[in-house]
């Protein structure tokens, strides 16, 4: 079991950058795949980024954050990492973490109902 507390959301303006942070605490977290979802008010939760299990070489992304967010993990740390460039308004949202032991496919790491263990998120407000 693993218990993830996010960090390093906050205001900021378009065009922006920040990084959030989820921290993890338990056992094998090198055996997660993480992913990053984030839920805008009256929208449903959606998937931003994943990165597989082992040295994160591994990363996969929304279409709509392509080439704008970066995710990364330290397993020495155990914590994984979304760096948000290029911020635009449409990016505020609720920023989830999520992790699982047992996805085996890419489709699976994007479906947010396949993930065990959530964080209970960080604000990211992005103003035009």
């Known amino acids: 079991q693993v218990q993830l507390v996010e960090s390093g959301g906050g205001l900021v303006q378009a065009g922006g950058s920040l990084t959030l942070s989820c921290a993890a605490s338990g056992r094998a977290f090198r055996d997660y795949v993480m992913g990053w979802f984030r839920q805008a008010p009256g929208k449903e939760r959606e998937f931003v980024a994943g990165?597989?299990?082992?040295?994160?070489?591994?990363?996969f992304y929304a279409e709509s954050v392509k080439g704008r967010f970066t995710m990364s993990r330290d397993n020495a740390k155990m914590t994984v990492y979304l760096q948000m460039n290029s911020l635009k308004p449409e990016d505020t949202a609720n920023y989830y973490c999520?992790?699982?032991?047992?996805?085996?496919?890419?489709?699976?790491?994007?479906?947010?109902?396949?993930?065990?263990?959530w964080g209970q998120g960080t604000q990211v407000t992005v103003s035009s």
């Open positions: 999520a992790g699982d032991r047992l996805l085996t496919t890419v489709q699976h790491a994007e479906t947010m109902a396949l993930y065990d263990y």
């Open positions: 990165i597989w299990r082992g040295d994160g070489s591994s990363t």
